[in-house]
Nanobody
Framework: QVQLVESGGGLVQPGGSLRLSCAPS????????MGWYRQAPGKQRELVAT???????SYTDSVKGRFTISRDNAKNMMYLQMNSLKPEYTAVYYC????????WGQGTQVTVST
């Protein structure tokens, strides 16, 4: 019943910017803590950023100062603004309802390359 649809990925040059969007459905969005994960080729999926119901945020060290997670409860949307992109950020990015451990969307591909 819970569905997560990510969008906004694509090919971008190093130093460029991208904004990812997440449109959850099947939940009362405003009452859940949310997050963004990513999985690079040959690597484990890792948690990139989180945002609580009240808007408190946290980030993995490698993206601090470059990424901004946000949410708009009125629109049932979550975002990840990514600036100063590096090639090592290339991965599939996934939206996550933190407490629904077994629910994943298809993700959106982010490729940082010349």
């Amino acid at each position: 019943q819970v569905q997560l649809v990510e969008s906004g990925g694509g090919l971008v040059q190093p130093g460029g910017s991208l904004r990812l969007s997440c449109a959850p459905s099947g939940i009362i969005f405003s009452i859940y803590n949310m997050g963004w994960y990513r999985q690079a080729p040959g690597k484990q999926r890792e948690l990139v950023a989180t945002i609580t119901t009240g808007g408190s945020t946290s980030y993995t060290d490698s993206v601090k100062g470059r990424f901004t997670i946000s949410r708009d409860n009125a629109k049932n949307m979550m975002y990840l603004q990514m600036n100063s992109l590096k090639p090592e950020y290339t991965a599939v990015y996934y939206c996550k309802v933190m407490r629904f451990t077994d629910t994943w969307g298809q993700g959106t591909q982010v490729t940082v390359s010349t």
